[in-house]
Structure formats: C-alpha cells, structure tokens
C-alpha cells in the first residue's frame, strides 16, 4: 500500500536558518503530494503541492519539488522564522484510491529568536 | 466563503456512550473525508464520501464506527460505545470532485474527543 516516511523530530532551529524536512514515498500509482502544516491550536492547512514529477510546489517561502526517481518530497525554506514554528506533515494522494490522504507522521519544527 | 466547520470542538464523554460528530464541508464540494489524529498512529483516513456514497470504509477501525452523509452535504461520524482508545481529533476534509482527480482537500478545525 502507500506509506509516508518523514525524518524524526523534533527540529530545533534558529531564526534565518536553512531548514530541510526529508519525505519519502511509496505509492502504487501516480500520485500527488502535499505538505501540510498546523500551527499551535489550529487545524490542517495546506501549504503547499505538486501533481506531477518535477513540479516545484511554493508558498510563504518554502519550496518542494516532486523527484519520482528518488520518491521524494523534500521541504526546504531559505530563512525560517519564529512563525514557522508548527507540525509539517508530508502526504499523498492516490487519485486510484479514492484520493484519500495518507500522511507522514508529522515533523515539529521550534525555531528560536 | 466559509469553509470546512465541524461540531462539537470538543467533547469529553464517558465509556461506554454513543457519540455524534458533525462536519458540514465547503458548499458545492462533493468528496468529504473523515480521518483521525492521535498520539500513537498519527493522521488516518477513515472514510470516504463521494456525494451521499461512501465507496471507501477502508479506515473505520471497528464496526462501533458509522457515518453518514445525506443531501451531499452534512456527515456524521458516530461511534458507538466509546472506548478510550478512541480519544482523538476528528477531521473532516472536503474536496471538489474526489477520486480520479489531482485535487487539494480542505481540513476543518477538527473535534478533539476525550473518553474518560
């Protein structure tokens, strides 16, 4: 079946660091990915996406491409600030399984002033 | 426009009752997904719904779980019997169209249930 594996956390950071958070997949299909995130209190938003190998996936500063031929989903930002701070979760979706999500186990990233 | 808004926020309860949790999806969506997030197993799909069908029940972890969606809107997701390894956040997702398509579900605040 499909499986999400993300590095393990937590990961502690100062402020203007470079961050990485590693994902890898396997899928049967073709599918799209996702990182999620959830900010303290606050439920699932999404912050970024690809659906096709090679697309590049950006928002507020975080990128990720889509390697099929390393089944990978990296997050990367430049320069993480203290807002950043939040649970990224890395996901897929299988449009021949119903599309449903199937996530990582979720990375905590602290960055300090 | 409003998004995904789901009920209770919270809810504690007590072994043994019947719980009802509720998630009205984004209007015009037609796929709507419940999945769970807890401590031990992180975030799992539970079921999913393609209009008032559910095609997908591969998640529901026993037959104490049921949900329902009717007039391709409102779902409820009860659990019977509540045990206390059921205590988790309930999200609710919607999305446009659901299976087949490369699309972006949106996530309700979720319902933080606690089984004392």
């Known amino acids: 079946g499909d499986s999400v594996t993300q590095m393990e956390g937590p990961v502690t950071l100062s402020e203007e660091a470079f961050l990485t958070i590693n994902c890898t997949y396997t899928a049967t299909g073709y599918p799209s990915l996702f990182w999620y995130v959830q900010y303290p209190g606050e439920g699932l938003q999404l912050l970024l996406k690809?659906?096709?190998?090679?697309d590049k996936g950006s928002n507020k500063g975080f990128e990720a491409t889509y390697r099929k031929e390393t089944t990978s989903f990296h997050l990367e930002k430049g320069s993480v600030q203290v807002s950043d701070s939040a649970v990224y979760f890395c996901?897929?979706?299988?449009?021949?399984?119903?599309?449903?999500?199937?996530f990582g186990k979720g990375i905590t990233l602290s960055v300090r002033p | 426009g409003a998004g995904v808004s789901q009920s209770p926020s919270n809810k504690v309860t007590e072994k043994g009752k019947d719980v009802e949790l509720r998630c009205d999806p984004i209007?015009?969506?037609?796929?709507l997904y419940w999945y769970r997030q807890s401590l031990g197993q992180g975030l799992e799909f539970l079921i999913y719904f393609q209009g008032n069908s559910a095609p997908d029940k591969s998640g529901l972890p026993s037959d104490r779980f049921s949900a329902e969606r009717t007039g391709g809107s409102v779902s409820t997701l009860t659990i019977q019997r509540t045990q206390q390894e059921d205590s988790a956040v309930y999200l609710c997702?919607?999305?446009?169209w659901g299976s087949g398509l490369k699309e972006t579900q949106y996530f309700g605040p979720g319902t933080r249930l606690l089984v004392l």
């Open positions: 690809a659906t096709k190998a090679d």
């Open positions: 996901a897929l979706s299988d449009p021949g399984a119903n599309s449903k999500l199937t």
């Open positions: 209007s015009g969506h037609t796929a």
């Open positions: 997702a919607s999305s446009l």
